[in-house]
C-alpha cells in the first residue's frame, strides 16, 4: 500500500465548476498537508500549506485535512481554463521529507 | 518566495556518457537540498538528500555510485548520472527548504531538468 493514495484522474470539468481534488494516506506520523501545482514539464508550485487538521482558505482555494479520516482535500471555486494543470497533494511528518501523492491531471475547458 | 534554479533544463544525450545536473538557491542558503525524479505520469519520487559538507542520503533503490551528488556550498548541489542508459531517462527536479528550521517549512522547487538518453 501506498503511503500516499490519489486518483491520477484525468479530471475535466466546465469553467466555473466546482473542483474537488482528494487525497489518502496511511502514516499517523504525517502532520504537514500541501497542494503543489505542476504545469507540464515545470517544477511544481506550492498552492496551500495546512498544519494538523482543519481548513483553510486563499482565494478560489480551499484545502481540508481530517486527520481522524487521514483524508485531505483541495477544492477549486470557480474554476478557470488556467486552472488546468496536475495538483499534488504532499505530506510530511517534519524534518522536509515530503512524500508526494501521483498527482490529478485537470482540465478546465472554457 | 525563494527562487531555485537547474541548469541545463533539458539535456539529451548518448548512452554510456555522464550529465551533471545543477541546483541553485539563488536568493537564500540551503543547508540541505532534495533530488526528485518523475516519470511520466508518475508523482515525485525521492532519490536523494544532499547535505553540504557532509556525504548524500540515498534514498532505497538509489544507487549511490550511479547517481553522484555533491553539496559544494551553501547555494549549489549537484546530481551526476554516471554512464546514463536509456532507463534513466526522466524529468529530475531539486528542492531547497529554508536554512536552519528545525520543523517542516516550505520547500522551493526547481523548474525540473529533462533527461533524454539515447
Known amino acids: 500500500q501506498k503511503e500516499v493514495e490519489q486518483d491520477p484522474g484525468p479530471l475535466s470539468v466546465p469553467e466555473g465548476a466546482i473542483v474537488s481534488l482528494n487525497c489518502t494516506y496511511s502514516n499517523s506520523a504525517f502532520q504537514y498537508f500541501m497542494w503543489y501545482r505542476q504545469y507540464s514539464r515545470k517544477g511544481p508550485e506550492l498552492l496551500m500549506y495546512t498544519y494538523s487538521s482543519g481548513n483553510k482558505e486563499d482565494g478560489r482555494f480551499t484545502a481540508q485535512v481530517d486527520k481522524s479520516s487521514k483524508y485531505i482535500s483541495l477544492f477549486i471555486r470557480d474554476s478557470q481554463p488556467s486552472d488546468s494543470a496536475t495538483y499534488l497533494c504532499a505530506m510530511a511528518g517534519g524534518y522536509q521529507k515530503v512524500t508526494f501523492g501521483t498527482g490529478t491531471k485537470l482540465q478546465v475547458i472554457p | 518566495g525563494a527562487v531555485v534554479s537547474q541548469h541545463p533544463s533539458r539535456v539529451i544525450c548518448k548512452s554510456g556518457t555522464s550529465v551533471k545536473i545543477e541546483c541553485r538557491s539563488l536568493?537564500?542558503?540551503?543547508?540541505?537540498m532534495f533530488w526528485y525524479r518523475q516519470f511520466p505520469k508518475q508523482s515525485l519520487m525521492l532519490m536523494a538528500t544532499s547535505n553540504e559538507g557532509s556525504k548524500a542520503t540515498y534514498e532505497q533503490g538509489v544507487e549511490k555510485d550511479k547517481f553522484l551528488i555533491n553539496h559544494a556550498s551553501l547555494t549549489l548541489s549537484t546530481l551526476t548520472v554516471t554512464s546514463a542508459h536509456p532507463e534513466d531517462s526522466s524529468f529530475y527536479i531539486c528542492s531547497a527548504p529554508q536554512r536552519d528550521q528545525l520543523s517542516y517549512n516550505e520547500q522551493f522547487f526547481g523548474p525540473g531538468t529533462r533527461l533524454t538518453v539515447l
Open positions: 536568493d537564500f542558503q540551503a543547508t540541505t
